[in-house]
């Protein structure tokens, strides 16, 4: 009986060193898969777009002939768009920024 138990137990032992084994290289393999943080990159601007979105209104006053009149001035983001492409990896990468804020009307800022 104590044969048995042990057997058993170098058996489960066993099992358990080739399940780690096989995880440990599995967690390498993805490991050597992914570019890290520090891999030199040869980031080359590919491409530039700019997409205007309207985001708003707003309304605002101003004067004329003595009286005061009210439109609504449109507001709108201007978006920039930047694509890198890097020619070591084969891959690319874009930066969004927000280029312009521009108002449809023409008015003082307050
Ligand atoms: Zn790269
Ligand atoms: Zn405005």
Redesign the pocket.
């Known amino acids: 009986m104590r044969l048995i138990r042990l057997l058993q137990s170098l058996f489960i032992i066993g099992v358990l060193f080739i399940v780690i084994s096989q995880v440990t290289s599995a967690e390498q393999k993805s490991m050597e898969r992914i570019?890290t943080s520090t891999?030199?990159?040869?980031?080359k601007q590919s491409s530039v777009n700019y997409e205007t979105l309207e985001v708003g209104e707003h309304k605002y006053n101003y004067w004329k002939n003595f009286m005061k009149h009210t439109r609504t001035c449109h507001i709108s983001h201007r978006m920039k768009t930047v694509v890198y492409y890097?020619d070591?990896?084969n891959?690319t990468k874009s930066e969004t920024i927000l280029d312009e804020v521009i108002h449809s009307e023409r008015h003082r800022k307050d």
């Open positions: 570019p891999e030199e990159h040869n980031w890097c070591i990896h891959h």
